[in-house]
T-cell receptor, first 112, second 116 residues
């Protein structure tokens, strides 16, 4: 089955700086890569996703890049704000199976 | 976006009792729902895939007789934790894919189960 690894486990940045979270996946059949933000005790919220036919996608301060050959994808948050503090999960899925396999999560702390 | 409702949000029960958790898709029909479990400060682990009108598919290591899943309609899936024990204490969360949304999943609000 799919295995998704995520780094770093914790990340502390100063407000205004950029944050980068990286994930690798093992199943070459995976073709959908979402990123979720989860606050304590709350449901994961989809913040951005990318499909395997695209190398990069951007939505305001958030961007995701995908390298299919190397089987890794990254989340980039620019101009971080304290409200960006949360746990971020990457995930992978393929169209056939649909169920998401999650990475281990990154606790992002943005220092004001 | 699509709305997935999950109840209850929090359950405290005695060891040996059974607990039922409901997951509803409010504004769409979901032939497939997914049940995840999340221990404190850990990732979401897929427990089972719930299929409307057929048996659920369980992930390796998940006891089907302990975690009973019923997906009797296109908008409702239930997870029953039978004979709960303290080690079953966890955050249980369901998700569903809306028609036409392909792999994009929408999550319920989760259920925090505490077994005393």
């Amino acid at each position: 089955g799919e295995n998704v690894e995520q780094h770093p486990s914790t990340l502390s940045v100063q407000e205004g700086d950029s944050a980068v979270i990286k994930c690798t996946y093992s199943d070459s059949a995976s073709n959908y890569f979402p990123w979720y933000k989860q606050e304590l005790g709350k449901r994961p919220q989809l913040i951005i996703d990318i499909r395997s036919n695209v190398g990069e996608k951007k939505d305001q301060r958030i961007a995701v890049t995908l390298n299919k050959t190397a089987k890794h994808f990254s989340l980039h948050i620019t101009e971080t704000q304290p409200e960006d503090s949360a746990v971020y999960f990457c995930a992978a899925a393929n169209t056939g199976r649909r169920a998401l396999t999650f990475g281990s999560g990154t606790r992002l702390q943005v220092q004001p | 976006g699509a709305v997935v409702s999950q109840h209850p949000s929090r359950v405290i029960c005695k060891s040996g009792t059974s607990v039922k958790i409901e997951c509803r898709s409010l504004d769409f029909q979901a032939t497939t729902m997914f049940w995840y479990r999340q221990f404190p400060k850990q990732s979401l682990m897929l427990m089972a895939t719930s299929n409307e009108g057929s048996k659920a598919t369980y992930e390796q290591g998940v006891e089907k007789d302990k975690f009973l899943i019923n997906h009797a309609s296109l908008t409702l899936s239930t997870l029953t934790v039978t004979s709960a024990h303290p080690e079953d204490s966890s955050f249980y969360i369901c998700s569903a894919a809306a028609p036409g949304a392909r792999e994009k999943l929408f999550f319920g609000s989760g259920t925090q189960l505490s077994v005393l």
